[in-house]
């Protein structure tokens, strides 16, 4: 069965070439096979909403996604005639003749013949959308859509604000937190802090506490609440993405949302954070890790491998020398990134999803460090703490958090290996 409503996009796409009044969008061969569509990105300096985005914003009018007064959203405009392109079957990307590396750039399309239709010898798979709004079901789109939407998006004005995006409220613990209970080994380094953060501003923040540790996932569509579900961890969910303000970032963040549907599986104990991605989208972490230095370059997590980001060994050594004065604060919080590579944390406030993770027990010890440096400054600004009464002062903070010495290398990566989806 042909779809109706390629059939309605045909009719008026063809209309609109025809009309003339169009910018780019003409016939790219005699037989009308084949027509050119401006296709010029928003970030370009020369780039004229009027013009460029003309035909884009059209198909909204008619769609009755637009109307005059409504605020203007060209990247929507342009993402939703995209994915209307390539669902129907009338239309098909002549790659090879698209030009978009010119100063007017271009993309063609084919119209595909209803005879060779029926034959098919066309074919165009989409992603099914994961929800039943009738707007984001009408801009379904496949992985690659998504990517070139985030492109698209980069070269528009949605920044994030200053005050979403600081070190500070990153890696700060909620006010009121009462003090954590430090009667097991289990309960003192199990304990998360996860924050959500959508194009650089804070979303939601969620406290695990389950020993087995928790999964991240986007909250299941209605009658797929079970497929995941396990009662041996704590469940986080993802903040929907109906919760943000601007509409073409709110789109596409739906559809990231719907590739990370399986999630990530988090677990701590005293050995440090583990993590093991079970999702379809991309994951790069950006933490203290588990290799050579202890900062270290963004990495990828493989899918259904236990990865190990944080090691508390080190986070403890690096502590000492951050008592000692020898070395800047480090860093309790693990950063991800899903669907956009990360290239290092300046960018990740630009990115459309991100997590972070602190071991609570960690932060806790950076947080009174500071208090005792500050202290001892305030007393006497000239004082310079000898290295033993430093490691002293550590070893007694940290059995006054958690009762138990600097954790040593053991087994404990092994009982992480056997995490299970």
Known sequence: MLNSGGRRLKQWLIEQIQSGQYSGLQW???????????????????????????????????????????????????????CALNKSPDFEEVAERSQLDISEPYKVYRIVPEEEQKNGKSSMMTIPAPTSSSDMKDMDCSPS????????????????SPEYWSQGSMNALPL????????????????????????????????????????????????????????????????????????????????????????????????????KRLCQSRVFWSGQGDVGQYSSMPCKLDRDAVVKIFDTGKFFQALQLYQEGQIPAPDPTVTLCFGE????????????????????????????????RSQAYCSNPNLEMRDDLATEQMARIYQDLCSYSVPQRSTCYRDNVSITA
């Open 176 to 275: 009121n937190q009462d003090p954590l209970p430090s009667s097991s080994l289990t309960s003192a380094f199990s304990q998360l802090m996860i924050t959500f953060y959508y194009r650089g501003k804070l979303m939601h923040s969620a406290f695990v506490t389950h020993p087995e540790g928790c999964r991240i996932s986007p909250q299941q569509p209605l009658g797929r609440g079970a497929l995941y579900s396990s009662d041996s961890m704590q469940t986080i969910h993802f903040p929907p993405a109906e919760l943000i303000e601007y509409s073409e970032q709110r789109f596409v963040t739906h559809k990231l949302l719907g590739h990370i549907e399986r999630g990530i599986l988090v677990r701590a104990n005293q050995e440090g954070i583990f993590i």
């Open 145 to 160: 859509e998504i990517e070139e939407f985030i492109k698209e998006e980069d070269g528009c004005s949605i920044q994030a």
């Open 341 to 372: 590579e990360l290239s290092d944390l300046n960018s990740a406030k630009r990115k459309l999803i991100i997590v972070q993770i602190s071991m609570v027990n960690c932060q806790h010890m950076l947080e009174t460090i500071n208090v005792h």
């Open 28 to 82: 790219e061969d005699e037989n009308h096979s084949m027509f050119r569509i401006p296709w010029k990105h928003a970030g370009k300096q020369d780039y004229n909403q009027e013009v460029d985005a003309s035909i884009f914003k059209a198909w909204a009018v008619f769609k009755g996604k637009f109307k005059e007064g409504d605020k203007a959203e060209p990247a929507t405009w342009k993402t939703r005639l995209r």
